[in-house]
């Protein structure tokens, strides 16, 4: 499988969390000082504004945590998706913040979007809503989780838009290929409940992936100009 990154944007992405770390520790500090400052604590002004501080400090700790996980910690979420994928062969290409759909496969399964996500629990199919749900473990994980389960029908019809909008501007064709959605889950402490598959959507356990897309690779058959086109598109963004 080729790999093709944009690692600019991933170290650039791994600074702004660095720095905004560093940043909002100072804004929590400061914001520390109100509470043991008499001369602070007593000035209501002083106070509202060193309190202000420290929130900022807070919002801004949760901005960094986001940068971080996804950009300064290994193994990155890309790194995840392509120790999924590897062992395929060199038909399929996969391009990481190459575009607006940061995680982008080309092959001969198909054109996919790959929303990763590291949610535990359960996953059910809503019959009423036709979408997807999810149920965390436990009391614990609802308030210590940070990661919430994509919308995989919102995603879905976003990614569309996305796709059509990049096709547009390059090619002013609106012969667009299917585009499809795998929501891949990297925590082994999750499981589904009902469908796992519709339409255009797919949501599936890292493990089982692979050969999943090996065998949709024998029974697709693609218009090799559309998606040359597009490889060589998001090669030279």
């Known amino acids: 499988?080729?790999?093709?990154?944009?690692?600019?944007?991933?170290?650039?992405?791994?600074?702004?969390?660095?720095?905004?770390?560093?940043?909002?520790?100072?804004?929590?500090?400061?914001?520390?000082?109100?509470?043991?400052?008499?001369?602070?604590?007593?000035?209501p002004n002083l106070f509202t504004i060193f309190f202000s501080i420290m929130i900022v400090g807070v919002l801004l700790s949760s901005v960094s945590g986001f940068f971080t996980n996804r950009f300064g910690k290994s193994p990155r979420p890309?790194?995840?998706?392509?120790?999924?994928?590897?062992?395929?062969?060199?038909?399929?290409?996969?391009?990481?913040?190459?575009?607006?759909?940061?995680?982008?496969?080309?092959?001969?399964a198909g054109l996919w979007s790959i929303v990763p996500t590291f949610i535990d629990g359960e996953i059910i199919y809503d019959e009423n809503k036709e979408n997807w749900t999810h149920k965390r473990n436990s009391l614990v994980n609802r308030l210590l989780q940070k990661e919430y389960f994509p919308n995989p029908l919102s995603e879905y019809k976003h990614h569309?838009?996305?796709l059509e909008k990049i096709l547009k501007e390059k090619t002013k064709n609106d012969d667009?290929?299917?585009?499809?959605?795998?929501?891949?889950?990297?925590?082994?402490?999750?499981?589904?409940?009902?469908?796992?598959?519709?339409?255009?959507?797919?949501?599936?356990?890292?493990?089982?992936?692979?050969?999943?897309?090996?065998?949709?690779?024998?029974?697709?058959?693609?218009?090799?100009?559309?998606?040359a086109l597009l490889e060589d598109l998001l090669e030279i963004q």
């Open 176 to 227: 667009n290929p299917e585009l499809k959605l795998l929501v891949l889950l990297l925590n082994k402490n999750v499981s589904i409940s009902g469908n796992f598959e519709k339409d255009n959507i797919l949501i599936m356990p890292f493990e089982k992936v692979k050969d999943r897309f090996r065998k949709m690779a024998k029974n697709i058959n693609l218009s090799d100009e559309v998606y």
């Open 160 to 162: 569309k838009k996305e």
């Open 78 to 108: 890309d790194e995840l998706i392509d120790k999924t994928f590897k062992g395929l062969d060199d038909r399929f290409q996969i391009f990481h913040y190459r575009s607006s759909i940061h995680h982008l496969l080309i092959g001969p």
């Open 1 to 43: 499988m080729k790999i093709i990154i944009d690692q600019k944007t991933v170290q650039r992405n791994a600074t702004i969390g660095k720095i905004l770390r560093w940043v909002s520790l100072g804004c929590m500090l400061i914001g520390l000082i109100a509470v043991f400052s008499e001369e602070i604590f007593s000035n």
